[in-house]
């Protein structure tokens, strides 16, 4: 089969004819029908996460927001069989420990990242094994259309975690998403979705145009002259919720500081190599303002299903995320594309369209 293989760092990705993958005993191999293109792909790409011990090795095939049809079953498996349409999370739990038995396999203690690990390869694949599949893998109903089940990746569930488990939201608060890329119109969509009222930040005004579609109520153009927070804090009093949608220091600072007192940042992107993953934080104006600082990464499997309802009602169209479909062959060139954040929206590589 045909897969994107990571050669060398910042260096094209090979399309390369690889072994086909067969189940372990507790895994399903699908045939992948989509998987987004997303910006840890493009770290893993550029070798970052050194600093956090989570480079990817060479070698591995990238690829991690996949949804398809399964076509081989191992033995042990009780739930899934072949046809079933399932879509797959990233952070795969093994599903024994004891965060997996409590609903958070996304930070099980042997978790393994698609597409990330030696031992999970990605999906940027024509067939890709799902390990744990009872515990991992996601149903997903025929009423889910090819393009909402590829707008689903990681990026939309990631921003519907963190707004609907992980921060504390209540309809009508002001939530401020810094940075427009994909989880970024994600977390906007989401947002207003949940009853909340949303400000967007970018440095582009086509996102921020992108943003008002999605539900955005407000937007702030962060050019040289604007300081965001300021520009927040002037306009609403401050935001209940703020979201870094980017990973950089700027954006992770200003998400801070646009909060009003007792408000909450959740991160979700991933620092690049100019922080390392350390970003510094004023402290004491967080404790004195009662400032929430919170971690959040992928979805856990087990909460889905209230995900999936809200799709099958339309109240949440992932769908409307997808700006482009690609094949396979031309997932390097997309990658290269987000060097200078030339993407929008969520791309994703269409396997029927690839050959
Ligand atoms: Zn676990
Ligand atoms: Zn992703």
């Known amino acids: 089969m045909k897969a ?9 990705l090979s399309i ?12 399903v191999v699908i045939e992948t029908e989509a998987c987004g293109i997303c910006r840890s792909d493009w770290h893993a790409w550029q070798g970052h996460g050194e600093w956090a011990d989570d480079q990817v090795p ?13 076509v081989a079953v191992g033995e042990q498996v009780r739930d899934i069989g072949e046809g079933d349409r399932i879509a797959v999370p990233f952070n795969l739990g093994r599903g024994h420990c004891g965060y997996c038995q409590n609903g958070h396999g996304n930070v ?15 999906a940027f694949a024509e067939r890709v094994h799902v390990p744990s599949a009872d515990y991992n893998a996601v149903h997903l ?7 909402e089940m ?17 921060a504390d939201l209540t309809p009508g608060d002001w939530v401020a998403v810094h940075g427009c890329g994909g989880v ?17 930040v970018d440095l582009d005004a086509d996102k921020l145009d992108r943003a008002r579609d999605l539900g955005a109520d407000e937007t702030v153009l962060a050019d040289a002259e604007t300081d965001v927070p300021t520009t927040i804090q002037a306009r609403l009093g401050g935001a209940d919720v703020s979201i870094d949608a980017l990973g950089i220091a700027e954006t992770c600072r200003n998400s801070i500081d646009c909060l009003r007192p007792r408000g909450q940042h959740v991160q979700l992107g991933l620092t690049t190599d100019a922080e390392r993953g350390e970003v510094s934080l004023p402290t004491d104006a967080m404790t004195m303002r009662e400032i929430t600082f919170l971690g959040s990464r992928g979805m856990p499997p087990s909460r889905y299903d209230e995900l999936l ?44 369209a690839s050959s």
């Open 58 to 70: 060479i070698g591995q095939i990238l690829g991690h927001e996949p949804a398809g049809r399964v």
């Open 4 to 12: 994107a293989v990571l050669c060398e760092y910042g260096e094209p």
């Open 108 to 122: 099980c203690e042997n978790g393994i990242a698609l597409g990330f690990e030696e031992s999970a390869p990605g």
């Open 309 to 352: 309802r809200m799709l099958e009602r339309d109240t949440l169209s992932p769908g409307k995320l997808v700006t482009n479909t690609v094949s396979l062959a031309e997932v390097p060139d997309r990658l290269a594309a987000m060097n200078d954040f030339e993407t929008s929206g969520i791309e994703v590589v269409e396997f029927s």
């Open 16 to 27: 390369e004819e690889v072994p086909e993958p067969t189940p372990d005993p507790h895994g």
């Open 150 to 166: 590829a707008g689903l990746g990681c990026r939309f569930v990631t921003a519907y975690h963190a707004l609907a488990h992980r």
């Open 141 to 147: 109903p025929e009423s889910v259309s090819p393009v």
């Open 184 to 200: 970024g119109l994600s977390a906007v969509h989401v947002a207003d979705a949940l009853g909340a009222n949303v400000i967007a």
